[in-house]
């Protein structure tokens, strides 16, 4: 960081990555009515910078250009210069990547470059990163800039006329829904297995080449294949296949943390080895979800170990003492990347008796040549326990032990090392993918401090980042700030819907509930289906979007569609199953063009065609509870279950109907049609269809 007592106008910010250029010689305004007004009066073209904490190439940037005087001198001169942080503002960066990419024909990225007019901020030219002194192509900074200033004074014609074209190319990103006498079909959903077929990587797996990124609603939307043909003459094996062998060649992957438990965000090669080294939380909420899966679906050890050390690793080192759960830890410590991960393999020897170091030297790889970047050591896993097992001649209890001890040991001494920033501030719709994935692994692996850890969670949000009816996105330092999006409620309500289901809490329910009419409100497209990024109160930016398909967490359209829809059900409420199928016509069209990019959505419509089973539990709370223990043994993603004990207070009528009976008694639902009290747990598991 630049040192010296300047501090611009980035100091009163609560986001860790906007305090990292609080004292650079750029004269930084947060996004907002000052900058672009003083824009306006200036007639300046603002100079937009989006990136995030984590973030390895926007910290390149930020020290080669704006901790540099000479560089800080030509952007002040020429520009207004604005700084976001994408995870506190996603409007904006879904709307300024999408230009990148209409602009360059090139993907986008972080950090993100873009110069706007400064009469409606619309883009006239942008980039990624951009070097200090010119290299792999790309144009010095400062030259950069004195172009780009010379084309905004220049050519005003030339950039109203591209504006005028970009803005109707934003505006045909609406595309039509699907008519009312069309049938949603599985179509898509057969498409799409296909076309993840034809990308999967047979060997190591995971979908297409390097970098390779996890994928979870992929893995998912593979799991629910194979469970849906598991009773069939030929069940589909090889959705089982392709999803578990990426489980497991990620578990041994270096993308996977050997020591302290969870994952980085992506490989840069094709076999899992060396991550990027910053770390998710919605990576992890989701990961975790998708192992505690696996772990049910196939009884698999591995599955059920890596789920719970990702719990366990973001519990530790993610959850604040106040419940919500921290958003990153980044890639660099001490300016390198990884520096916080990798050993050498004297360290290791010197930390470790003989015998345990001889497990581990071949257990990870120690005892070959460097793999990082030719001088280090990140840990993966090379050799299985067997394997090591039959060349020492010990059994494989013997080698697990050993590991145990000695990954014990490392992690101790690895704490002692100077820690990777974490970026500490509280992100809704990421605490509601971490809520959900501990909810379904304290059911997977019978652990009811996961679920204690996702209720403390929910607690924070509903304290602090709901006001009024209304939902705030981020929190840091004692504020909850900025209106929340399409994700912080969907992935929000989904989370309070596995919680439901892991210990019921009627207020949990009203939560939910709230959530819903909230999306309902102030965020539906009444017109098309759907739901729009956006709530119609937002501040106006030059594109409100919609978007039904998959990033590196799941459309916020589709885990709307799927989860009140299931609310729906739960609740008898037509409105929500309404809405959740108009989202599915709004996005019929995507669906038909590129099914495997919207697999989220896929799994959506498969609960649409074929509505999950909704099984209540009444009675006292230890015998609902033990009912509910025994269902959750398998794997059953078309299946909810809710243990609702005599006593819970203020349950809706649809809810409240079936009571409960002197003996423990479940009601199973299918669609809108109920059954009778079933008043045997035998009785239950032979009706229910698993």
Same mark, same amino acid.
């Given at each position: 960081?630049?040192?010296?007592?300047?501090?611009?106008?980035?100091?009163?910010?609560?986001?860790?990555?906007?305090?990292?250029?609080?004292?650079?010689?750029?004269?930084?305004?947060?996004?907002?009515?000052?900058?672009?007004?003083?824009?306006?009066?200036?007639?300046?073209?603002?100079?937009?910078?989006?990136?995030?904490?984590?973030?390895?190439?926007?910290?390149?940037?930020?020290?080669?250009?704006?901790?540099?005087?000479?560089?800080?001198?030509?952007?002040?001169?020429?520009?207004?210069?604005?700084?976001?942080?994408?995870?506190?503002?996603?409007?904006?960066?879904?709307?300024?990547?999408?230009?990148?990419?209409?602009?360059?024909?090139?993907?986008?990225?972080?950090?993100?470059?873009?110069?706007?007019?400064?009469?409606?901020?619309?883009?006239?030219?942008?980039?990624?990163?951009?070097?200090?002194?010119?290299?792999?192509?790309?144009?010095?900074?400062?030259?950069?800039?004195?172009?780009?200033?010379?084309?905004?004074?220049?050519?005003?014609?030339?950039?109203?006329?591209?504006?005028?074209?970009?803005?109707?190319?934003?505006?045909?990103?609406?595309?039509?829904?699907?008519?009312?006498?069309?049938?949603?079909?599985?179509?898509?959903?057969?498409?799409?297995?296909?076309?993840?077929?034809?990308?999967?990587?047979?060997?190591?797996?995971?979908?297409?080449?390097?970098?390779?990124?996890?994928?979870?609603? $992929?893995?998912?939307?593979?799991?629910?294949?194979?469970?849906?043909?598991?009773?069939?003459?030929?069940?589909?094996?090889?959705?089982?296949?392709?999803?578990?062998?990426?489980?497991?060649?990620?578990?041994?992957?270096?993308?996977?943390?050997?020591?302290?438990?969870?994952?980085?965000?992506?490989?840069?090669?094709a076999y899992w080895m060396i991550p990027h080294f910053e770390k998710m939380l919605y990576?992890?909420?989701?990961?975790?979800?998708?192992?505690?899966?696996?772990?049910?679906?196939?009884?698999?050890?591995?599955?059920?170990?890596?789920?719970?050390?990702?719990?366990?690793?973001?519990?530790?080192?993610?959850?604040?003492?106040?419940?919500?759960?921290?958003?990153?830890?980044?890639?660099?410590?001490?300016?390198?990347?990884?520096?916080?991960?990798?050993?050498?393999?004297?360290?290791?020897?010197?930390?470790?008796?003989?015998?345990?170091?001889?497990?581990?030297?071949?257990?990870f790889g120690l005892d070959r040549s460097a793999n990082f970047e030719g001088e280090a050591?990140?840990?993966?896993?090379?050799?299985?326990?067997e394997d090591i097992a039959g060349e020492l001649q010990i059994d494989v209890a013997e080698?697990?032990?050993?590991?145990?001890?000695?990954?014990?040991?490392?992690?101790?001494?690895?704490?002692?090392?100077?820690?990777?920033?974490?970026?500490?501030?509280?992100?809704?719709?990421?605490?509601?993918?971490?809520?959900?994935?501990?909810?379904?692994?304290?059911?997977?692996?019978?652990?009811?401090?996961?679920?204690?850890?996702?209720?403390?969670?929910?607690?924070?949000?509903?304290?602090?980042?709901?006001?009024?009816?209304?939902?705030?996105?981020?929190?840091?330092?004692?504020?909850?700030?900025?209106?929340?999006?399409?994700?912080?409620?969907?992935?929000?309500?989904?989370?309070?819907?596995?919680?439901?289901?892991?210990?019921?809490?009627?207020?949990?329910?009203?939560?939910?509930?709230?959530?819903?009419?909230?999306?309902?409100?102030?965020?539906?497209?009444?017109?098309?289906?759907?739901?729009?990024?956006?709530?119609?109160?937002?501040?106006?930016?030059?594109?409100?979007?919609?978007?039904?398909?998959?990033?590196?967490?799941?459309?916020? $359209?589709?885990?709307?569609?799927?989860?009140?829809?299931?609310?729906?059900?739960?609740?008898?409420?037509?409105?929500?199953?309404?809405?959740?199928?108009?989202?599915?016509?709004?996005?019929?069209?995507?669906?038909?063009?590129?099914?495997?990019?919207?697999?989220?959505?896929?799994?959506?419509?498969?609960?649409?065609?074929?509505?999950?089973?909704?099984?209540?539990?009444?009675?006292?709370?230890?015998?609902?509870?033990?009912?509910?223990?025994?269902?959750?043994?398998?794997?059953?993603?078309?299946?909810?279950?809710?243990?609702?004990?005599?006593?819970?207070?203020?349950?809706?009528?649809?809810?409240?109907?079936?009571?409960?009976?002197?003996?423990?008694?479940?009601?199973?639902?299918?669609?809108?049609?109920?059954?009778?009290?079933?008043?045997?747990?035998?009785?239950?598991?032979?009706?229910?269809?698993?």
């Amino acid at each position: 960081m630049h040192e010296s007592s300047h501090r611009n106008r980035l100091a009163d910010e609560t986001s860790p990555y906007l305090l990292q250029h609080a004292a650079n010689p750029v004269d930084w305004y947060p996004w907002g009515e000052e900058a672009l007004e003083r824009a306006r009066r200036e007639n300046k073209p603002i100079l937009l910078s989006i990136g995030y904490s984590a973030c390895h190439w926007c910290h390149v940037m930020a020290h080669e250009s704006f901790e540099d005087p000479a560089s800080a001198a030509v952007m002040n001169e020429l520009f207004v210069n604005i700084k976001v942080d994408r995870e506190e503002r996603p409007d904006l960066d879904r709307i300024y990547q999408i230009a990148q990419q209409m602009l360059t024909q090139r993907g986008g990225g972080w950090p993100l470059t873009m110069f706007l007019s400064p009469r409606d901020q619309r883009p006239f030219f942008g980039g990624t990163y951009f070097p200090k002194e010119p290299r792999h192509g790309l144009p010095a900074f400062t030259d950069l800039l004195q172009r780009v200033a010379q084309f905004y004074r220049e050519r005003a014609d030339d950039i109203a006329q591209q504006s005028e074209a970009l803005q109707q190319a934003f505006d045909q990103l609406h595309t039509p829904p699907a008519s009312g006498d069309t049938a949603l079909t599985t179509a898509a959903i057969r498409a799409a297995r296909e076309q993840l077929a034809a990308a999967f990587d047979p060997q190591f797996g995971g979908f297409g080449g390097a970098p390779k990124f996890p994928h979870p609603a $992929n893995i998912e939307f593979l799991l629910r294949q194979w469970r849906a043909t598991a009773g069939a003459d030929e069940p589909d094996l090889h959705s089982l296949y392709m999803a578990t062998l990426t489980l497991k060649r990620m578990a041994d992957g270096g993308i996977y943390d050997q020591l302290g438990g969870g994952f980085a965000r992506y490989s840069v090669d094709a076999y899992w080895m060396i991550p990027h080294f910053e770390k998710m939380l919605y990576d992890n909420g989701q990961l975790l979800r998708m192992y505690a899966h696996a772990a049910l679906a196939t009884g698999e050890p591995l599955f059920g170990r890596i789920a719970g050390e990702t719990a366990d690793w973001m519990i530790r080192e993610m959850q604040s003492s106040e419940g919500g759960f921290w958003s990153a830890l980044d890639a660099d410590s001490e300016g390198h990347e990884g520096k916080f991960y990798v050993w050498q393999p004297d360290e290791v020897s010197g930390l470790l008796d003989a015998d345990d170091y001889v497990v581990v030297s071949r257990r990870f790889g120690l005892d070959r040549s460097a793999n990082f970047e030719g001088e280090a050591w990140h840990l993966h896993v090379f050799r299985s326990e067997e394997d090591i097992a039959g060349e020492l001649q010990i059994d494989v209890a013997e080698v697990d032990k050993r590991l145990a001890r000695a990954r014990k040991v490392l992690l101790e001494a690895r704490h002692r090392r100077v820690w990777p920033g974490r970026d500490e501030k509280v992100l809704t719709s990421w605490n509601g993918l971490a809520i959900s994935g501990l909810a379904v692994a304290a059911r997977a692996l019978r652990r009811p401090d996961l679920a204690d850890a996702a209720t403390r969670a929910v607690d924070f949000i509903r304290r602090e980042c709901w006001r009024d009816g209304r939902l705030l996105a981020a929190y840091k330092d004692g504020r909850a700030r900025f209106p929340a999006y399409l994700d912080d409620h969907a992935f929000l309500l989904d989370g309070l819907l596995e919680l439901l289901q892991t210990r019921w809490r009627s207020a949990d329910l009203q939560f939910a509930t709230e959530l819903a009419e909230a999306l309902l409100a102030h965020f539906e497209d009444r017109e098309s289906g759907g739901f729009f990024f956006t709530a119609d109160d937002h501040e106006q930016l030059m594109h409100r979007s919609r978007s039904f398909s998959d990033e590196a967490v799941p459309a916020g $359209n589709a885990i709307a569609a799927q989860a009140l829809a299931r609310l729906g059900l739960l609740l008898g409420e037509t409105r929500y199953l309404d809405s959740a199928a108009k989202t599915l016509r709004g996005a019929w069209p995507a669906l038909q063009h590129y099914p495997h990019a919207h697999t989220a959505l896929l799994v959506a419509l498969e609960e649409h065609l074929e509505p999950p089973e909704v099984v209540i539990v009444r009675g006292e709370a230890k015998d609902t509870e033990s009912w509910r223990d025994e269902l959750a043994k398998v794997y059953a993603p078309r299946r909810l279950v809710f243990a609702i004990p005599a006593d819970a207070p203020e349950l809706p009528a649809a809810i409240a109907d079936k009571k409960p009976l002197e003996e423990t008694a479940a009601y199973v639902c299918r669609g809108m049609t109920c059954s009778a009290p079933v008043r045997s747990l035998s009785g239950l598991v032979a009706l229910t269809r698993g």
